[in-house]
């Protein structure tokens, strides 16, 4: 347990073994300055602060997709008949800290369930259900949260994440477990499952967050209500996944209680977002979507890439998360990855891909649940713009949104104010307040 006095820079721990007479002796344990920022973004990345990475990770560049699956995470040969069924289950852990001394107030089970990919192929993807010791009155609401880039290793799956004390998310989720709302994470599909993490593709990530729910439902050993009220959290790729999420339910999961969305700067547009990305401190999410997006339209990648362009993909795709890829490729620009030094964002203009990017396009459809979509107005990611495009189309389809601007600067920080924001704001939904709107 932590004791003594907290700070930006530094996390008191309590020592084995020392007794209460002893003035509570504690390993003062020192950390980047940086943690204070991260802290107050509300998603505080303790893998990037203490360096830490889950257990068994290797950072040699040949280690295999496949050789980092642990069994839980192979599918079964059938799968079961329904999106949402719960293949296997297993008790875990929920830890707030690398060193896996604070732990989350909650239970905590790690799921395999059925849900579809692009094509409506039957897929198993895996996640977590989260169950808060706090009471609530019946019957206790269920977020569904959608993680924002994580990465394409699988050892990069939150679920995994979760139980090793490296998800740099955790706060936001603490945050909606202390409502007493149960939450389930989603780990999308290729995540620490077999395949490549289909990173960006609207509908896999969409289907996967709403069997998420269906599958926390299904969960006996979580006994949560199966018709009761639900919702939908994400920021990032988790904004984009749970956007497009409410633009699905309707037709792929009507039977869902859902009484809203929180949607944190959303990567609606790829083209506005691929711009702002290639040669920025985030270069490395541009390969992931290039990847991603590859393996759901059965793209081939390799002739675009050259020799050390195909060296640099497999190292993200086998080793590294999304804080140690930020880490070891600064300002990836995609010219010096191509076999002809171009651009890949010219790549996008001209067919297969210019294609592929206007089907990820958030806003052609109408979200039946009321909306919060929080955006800073100094992203370095996501512009701001894509966001405000966003909810304006929204709108115009008849959708209750409630856009906020804020001025935290940059979009890792900006999430403190999605979180801050979004929880009041699901409260008034779960009691059933009217929605506000700023259409």
Known sequence: MPCGPRSASKITIRARGVRASDRKKC??????????????????????????????????????????????????????????????????AFYLDPLKVVKAGASAERIM????????????????VLTPDKAHAAPRPIVAFAPGTQGLADKCAPSR????????????????????????VTDYQ??????????????AEGRAVL?????????????????????????????????????????YAPELNIKGAVVGAPPADLDAVAANLDGSAYGAFFNYSLSGLGAAY????????????????????????????????PFLRSGSLTVDGRPLTERLKSAPWKEVVADQRLGNRRPQVPVLLSHSRLDDVVPHKVGAKLAADWCRLGTTVKFTTNYVPGHIAASAATSSEG?????????????PSTC
């Not at 059965?298 to 998360?321: E, F, M, W």
């Open 190 to 203: 290729g995540l620490g499952t077999p395949g490549v993490h289909t990173y960006m593709d609207r509908e």
């Open 211 to 251: 069997d998420s729910l269906r599958a926390a439902q299904r969960l006996p050993s979580a006994q949560l209500p199966d018709t009761g009220p639900v919702a939908l959290y994400g920021y990032s790729q988790g904004g984009g996944a749970g956007a497009a999420a409410a633009e699905l339910a309707p037709s």
């Open 113 to 128: 369930y059925r849900t579809t990919d692009r094509t409506g192929e039957p897929i198993a993807v895996t996640g977590t």
């Open 27 to 92: 390993v003062i344990v020192k950390v980047l300055p940086r943690l204070a920022a991260v802290v107050l973004a509300a998603s505080s990345s303790w893998s990037l602060v203490l360096g830490a990475q889950p257990a068994g990770a290797s950072s040699s560049p040949v280690t295999a997709k496949a050789q980092d699956r642990p069994p839980f995470y192979e599918p079964p040969a059938a799968l079961p008949a329904h999106n949402g069924d719960v293949i296997r289950s297993e008790r875990t």
């Open 161 to 184: 994440q979760l139980a090793e004390g490296t998800e740099y998310e955790s706060l936001p989720i603490k945050k909606l477990l202390d409502q007493g709302w149960a939450v389930v």
């Open 298 to 329: 059965g793209i081939d990648i390799d002739p675009y890439l050259s020799a050390h362009g195909k060296r640099v993909t497999g190292d993200l795709r086998d080793n590294q998360c999304t804080t140690q890829a930020i880490a070891k490729y």
């Open 423 to 435: 929880a009041p704001w699901l409260t008034d939904r779960f009691a059933g307040r009217t929605a």
